[in-house]
Each structure stands twice: as C-alpha cells, then as structure tokens.
C-alpha cells in the first residue's frame, strides 16, 4: 500500500471515529458537515460511477448534498441523498458509498423521487 493511500484511509477513519459517540460500530450516525471537502469528493463520485454505470446517456451532474450518514463496519459507508440536474430535469437520489483503505465503491444509487417540471 503506497504511504499517501494509507495516510487518507488512517485519516479518514480518525475523523469518522472522532465524531462517533456511544455506538462507534455497525449504528448510522449523521454526518456533521455535508460540506466537507471529503462529502462532496464522494458524492461526486457516487454521480460519477452512476453516469458510467449508464454509459452516458442523460448525464447527471451533483447539485447539493441534502443528508448524510456514516456507518463504520470494514470501514467507512456512506449514504447519502444527493440533488442532481441533467437527465431529464432534477432528481433527488439516494446513494451509499463504501469506503476501505482509500477506495470507493458505489453500492447503489437510487431515485427517491423526482421533481415535476
């Protein structure tokens, strides 16, 4: 494992494990600041491996992060409800990210509803 991967995996799990309480393993806790640089580093991802998954067609691009949570397990989960605009008008999505040792995997990007227009 290359030192910088390693350095951003032990990182993000102190400042996860920081803001945990009672119930550090397994529970679903609020994320503090959805407008953390990291937050919207794996939003934008979650968009992006959708937009890829999709092969293109109707594009989406991340508007806002409207909630967030984290779960620490073998690493770090994170679900999140994005707004996104493109495709075919605006859209709320719900998506959950797996983070271990610095890498992402989207587990699944889910419409919750979509907007009239």
Same mark, same amino acid.
């Given at each position: 494992?290359?030192?910088?991967?390693?350095?951003?995996?032990?990182?993000?799990?102190?400042?996860?494990?920081?803001?945990?309480?009672?119930?550090? *393993?397994?529970?679903?806790?609020?994320?503090?600041?959805? #407008?953390? #640089?990291?937050?919207?580093?794996?939003?934008?991802?979650?968009?992006?491996?959708?937009?890829?998954?999709?092969?293109?067609?109707?594009?989406?691009?991340?508007?806002?992060?409207?909630?967030?949570?984290?779960?620490?397990?073998?690493?770090?989960? *994170?679900?999140?409800?994005?707004?996104?605009?493109?495709?075919?008008?605006?859209?709320? *999505?719900?998506?959950?990210? #797996?983070?271990?040792?610095?890498?992402?995997?989207?587990?699944?990007?889910?419409?919750? *509803?979509?907007?009239?227009?």
């Amino acid at each position: 494992m290359k030192p910088v991967t390693f350095l951003v995996a032990l990182t993000t799990v102190a400042v996860v494990l920081s803001a945990v309480s009672a119930n550090p *393993y397994g529970g679903w806790q609020p994320i503090k600041n959805i #407008h953390s #640089h990291r937050v919207q580093e794996i939003a934008r991802f979650a968009v992006g491996m959708h937009n890829m998954e999709n092969n293109f067609k109707h594009p989406l691009r991340l508007t806002s992060i409207r909630r967030g949570l984290f779960q620490v397990v073998d690493g770090v989960n *994170y679900r999140l409800d994005v707004t996104v605009a493109g495709g075919n008008g605006g859209s709320m *999505y719900r998506t959950e990210v #797996h983070e271990r040792l610095g890498a992402l995997e989207l587990m699944f990007f889910t419409p919750i *509803y979509k907007e009239l227009n």
